[in-house]
């Protein structure tokens, strides 16, 4: 049995009205997503200025902290606790001594500084060598 061909694929011109319609929409919806905040940490980035300071040579682990000392760890907010056993763990599976990095806020208290540099350098954990991050001196 034969079935007769009814079906044209192009029978009018071809319309655009659609393929506007919906690039308008992808336009907006594209120009909206750009106005959305970005997600991450909102840190002032205006570390202190240093020249001459000696460059990391060795395995590096970096732990930074915002203006209302919240801790974060590999982009994770964590508690100080759950910082000391995270710490111990990369010390111990480091072939080399690490170095610990500190980027603060400019708000972050000396007290805070110096209560992360004490706890890193505790013996449980053993870092030893410990950088603050800053920037080099604009020429």
Do not use: C, W, Y
Request: glycine share 2%; net charge positive; hydrophobic share 55%.
């Amino acid at each position: 049995m034969k079935f007769p061909r009814s079906a044209k694929i192009l029978r009018n011109q071809f319309d655009v009205a659609p393929f506007a319609a919906v690039f308008f929409a992808l336009l907006i919806f594209l120009l909206l997503t750009a106005l959305l905040p970005v997600p991450g940490l909102r840190m002032s980035l205006t570390p202190p200025s240093a020249a001459d300071l000696p460059g990391v040579d060795r395995p590096v682990v970096a732990i930074a902290v915002d203006a209302q000392n919240r801790l974060f760890f590999q982009n994770q907010i964590v508690t100080e606790a759950v910082l000391k056993t995270a710490l111990a763990a990369a010390a111990k599976s480091a072939p080399t001594p690490l170095t610990l990095v500190i980027h603060a806020d400019k708000a972050v208290s000396f007290d805070e500084l110096a209560h992360l540099a004490l706890l890193a350098r505790a013996p449980e954990i053993g870092i030893t060598n410990l950088l603050l991050a800053t920037l080099p001196v604009p020429p």
